[in-house]
């Protein structure tokens, strides 16, 4: 399958300040990136859906504006925590897809702590 | 919308033996897929297997296969022989096709099974 890279896979930082996750599609082009966040023990919530060259669709009761979403180029997405709170901490997980796949492929998450 | 659900939070089988879990779902469309993804403690999600709605038959990989029940919207996973490996927490997911709404998937609850030795 397509290979997707997340990183950093773990980051502490401090209450108030912000932090970036960048998802990269290695092999293929991503039309399409989602943002997945995940508690743990539980199931995977989807955040955002980010189309290459266009703002990103953010699901009912996500803040567009604390959960920046850039997906500037076709083989990188970012997600920015802006202004992180403990509450934020949570594994961030995300998907890519391209016009040729048949199913997204996945990143392998990045935990986040915000102390 | 849709929803999924998986009504088993925790499950243990012996190694070599088989053991199913449970999904079933809820949609209004008749054209969508269906997945089953493995997530271990490394916490990479791993698709384990597929299934398109419109085929009848059910899809199968290796160990793995499913028990695909369109009328009564359920799609079970059969783990023959299990694995010490195959201990993970299980997702089933749904997504409606590509064109509809990209590979947004809606996940269920999990299973959290244990292969015990």
């Known amino acids: 399958g397509a290979v997707v890279s997340q990183h950093p896979s773990r980051v502490i930082c401090k209450s108030g300040t912000s932090v970036k996750i960048e998802c990269r599609s290695l092999?293929?082009?991503?039309?399409?990136m989602f943002w997945y966040r995940q508690f743990p023990k539980k199931s995977l919530m989807l955040m955002a859906t980010s189309n290459e060259g266009s703002k990103a669709t953010y699901e009912q009761g996500v803040e567009k504006d604390k959960f920046l979403i850039n997906h500037a180029s076709l083989t990188l997405s970012t997600l920015t925590v802006t202004s992180a709170h403990p509450e934020d901490s949570s594994f961030y997980i995300c998907s890519a897809e391209g016009h040729l796949n048949t199913e997204a492929f996945f990143g392998q998450g990045t935990r986040l702590t915000v102390v | 919308a849709q929803t999924v659900t998986q009504s088993q939070p925790e499950m243990s089988v012996q190694e070599a033996e088989t053991v199913t879990l449970s999904c079933t779902y809820d949609t209004s469309e008749n054209n969508y897929y269906l997945f089953w993804y493995k997530q271990p403690p490394s916490r990479q999600m791993i698709l384990v297997i597929r299934?398109?709605?419109?085929?009848?038959q059910n899809a199968t990989e290796n160990r793995f296969s499913v028990n695909f029940q369109k009328a009564a919207k359920s799609f079970s996973l059969k783990i023959s022989d299990s694995q010490l490996g195959d201990t993970a927490m299980y997702f089933c997911a749904f997504t409606l096709p590509r064109e509809t709404s990209g590979s947004r998937l809606t996940f269920g609850e999990g299973t959290q099974l244990t292969v015990n030795p």
């Open positions: 299934q398109e709605a419109y085929k009848q």
């Open positions: 092999d293929f082009q991503a039309t399409t």
